[in-house]
């Protein structure tokens, strides 16, 4: 028991802990420049084409925070009851599938059998 206990938490402790609204640390990180790279751009447009550059500014920031807030709900939701690094795993071989990333993964499709044909049954 006391064994099993210690597996445990070895696990626990060599994941990535959750810092805000699900997002792991990396995955906040990134989900901020995806935010960014939509908000700001979006936000000064509007706000150039308004005549008021700086409260566009201030739209895009209002803006990535929702994106980020929203995607973090998102987010909840796909890794609820999956394995630790599922949907990072999915994204990998969905991108090797269509030849834009390699994913280090081996696939294969077909059926697996032991090879043992020409024995007879009983």
Do not use: W
């Not at 802990?17 to 901020?32: F, H, K, Q, R």
């Not at 990072?88 to 071989?93: E, S």
Request: glycine share 12%; hydrophobic share 40%; proline share 5%.
């Amino acid at each position: 028991m006391h064994d099993d206990r210690e597996q445990l938490l070895a696990e626990r402790l060599n994941t990535e802990p959750l810092v805000m609204l699900g997002y792991t640390d990396s995955e906040l990180v990134l989900a901020i420049k995806i935010a960014c790279a939509l908000g700001f751009p979006f936000g000064l447009t509007v706000g150039f084409a308004v005549g008021k550059p700086l409260p566009g500014l201030g739209t895009g920031f209002l803006l990535t925070m929702a994106l980020v807030a929203l995607g973090g709900k998102a987010l909840q939701r796909l890794k609820r009851n999956r394995p630790d690094y599922y949907y990072q795993t999915r994204l990998k071989l969905f991108l090797s599938r269509y030849g834009l990333a390699q994913c280090g993964l081996f696939r294969h499709r077909g059926v697996m059998g032991l090879g043992r044909t020409n024995y007879p049954r009983h």
